[in-house]
């Protein structure tokens, strides 16, 4: 980790998602200085928490994860440069969640008080830039991006364009979200939420490819309530172990990526795919997708977030905000 240094400029990201309060601070040469995390804690047996219970707490942990961030750092108000904030889910229009108004409220008054500019972005958009930065992905203009998560499963063409990234959704599913289906699987099995580390060790510990889930796909699109009302009947059934059943859900949701990618890059004739999100942390997900997508044949090039930066982040803010401020 990297503390003040003259004449050194630093950029602070505020991320508030569902589920994670996050704060990063990276230099102008895109090293990390500290960064600080805090997940929001899902009463037991519960499948989420309500906007409400999550802007609460947020509310709470951004002054602390501040403190022991400047703590860390040695920083003081004057090493900051800029202040930037995932202000909504998307760079669309209209695109809104409660959640994010903490953070890009916070964010605007800390660059207020630090008399340095803020800038927004989108959760999504912070998502790319950490998966590309962490990923060592090269800075094309255009590429396919998979956002796999508990609230997000899309495919998408992301385009580089005037300090900012664009994306065009060019699929998503059609019902439950990959990360819905692996954690309502989990907690069915009795796993505490969210379920996917958990999910991801049983599948590791069962060890290979099972199939028996299919995959529904069409074309760019997908559907994974067909594969949980599947696994839960699996469940019910009671003659299969917990390993067998995580490596069941997972190899659905690898197979489903592997389709849609490969539609992908035939419609749009792109080959470099960056997958992040929650999801995209699956070792049995980053061990099993490449191996599939190998006998397509088509130098589909994969680059996966590195897992600490798959799941929910300041980091990608923050380089967000340093984008912003060239």
């Known amino acids: 980790m990297l503390g003040p240094k003259d004449g050194a400029r630093f950029y602070l990201g505020l991320d508030t998602s569902a589920y994670t309060t996050s704060v990063a601070v990276i230099d102008q040469n ?45 920083l003081s108000p004057r090493d900051i440069a ?14 809104y969640m409660p959640v994010f108004t903490v953070g890009a409220g916070f964010g605007r008054a800390l660059s207020q008080a630090l008399n340095v500019p803020f800038f927004e972005t989108s959760h999504q958009e912070g998502h ?13 203009e255009a590429f396919l991006a998979f956002h796999l998560s508990g609230g997000t499963t899309e495919i998408l063409l992301a385009k580089r364009q005037a300090g900012s990234i664009r994306c065009e959704i060019l699929g998503a599913t059609q019902d439950l979200h990959a990360g819905q289906f692996v954690d309502r699987i989990g907690v069915a099995l009795g796993l505490r939420f969210p379920a996917g580390p958990e999910m991801d060790r049983l599948a590791l510990e069962f060890g290979g490819d099972d199939p028996r889930i299919p995959a529904s796909v069409s074309g760019m699109d997908c559907h994974f309530s067909g594969g949980e009302a599947a696994a839960l ?25 592997e389709k849609m990618i490969v ?23 980053r061990e099993q997708l ?15 977030a590195k897992p600490e930066f798959s799941s929910d982040n300041a980091m990608g803010v923050a380089l967000a905000g340093r984008a912003q401020d060239l």
């Open 30 to 74: 895109l090293n990390i200085a500290a960064q600080q995390r805090q997940i929001l804690q899902v009463p037991s047996g519960s499948r989420g928490l309500q906007q409400s219970q999550a802007v609460f707490f947020h509310v709470q942990n951004l002054p602390t994860l501040i403190e022991n961030l400047y703590a860390k750092t040695g």
């Open 82 to 95: 800029a202040v930037c904030a995932s202000a909504r889910p998307r760079n669309v229009e209209g695109s």
């Open 128 to 140: 790319l830039r950490a998966a590309a930065w962490s990923g060592n992905m090269p800075e094309t």
């Open 233 to 257: 009947r699996a469940i019910q059934a009671g003659d299969l172990p917990a390993q067998q059943i995580a490596a069941m859900t997972l190899s659905c949701v690898a197979r489903t990526l």
């Open 263 to 285: 539609c992908a890059a035939q419609r749009t004739g792109i080959r470099q795919i960056l997958i992040f999100g929650g999801v995209a942390a699956s070792g049995w997900v």
């Open 290 to 304: 490449p191996k599939r997508l190998k006998k397509h044949r088509q130098k589909i090039k994969i680059y996966f």
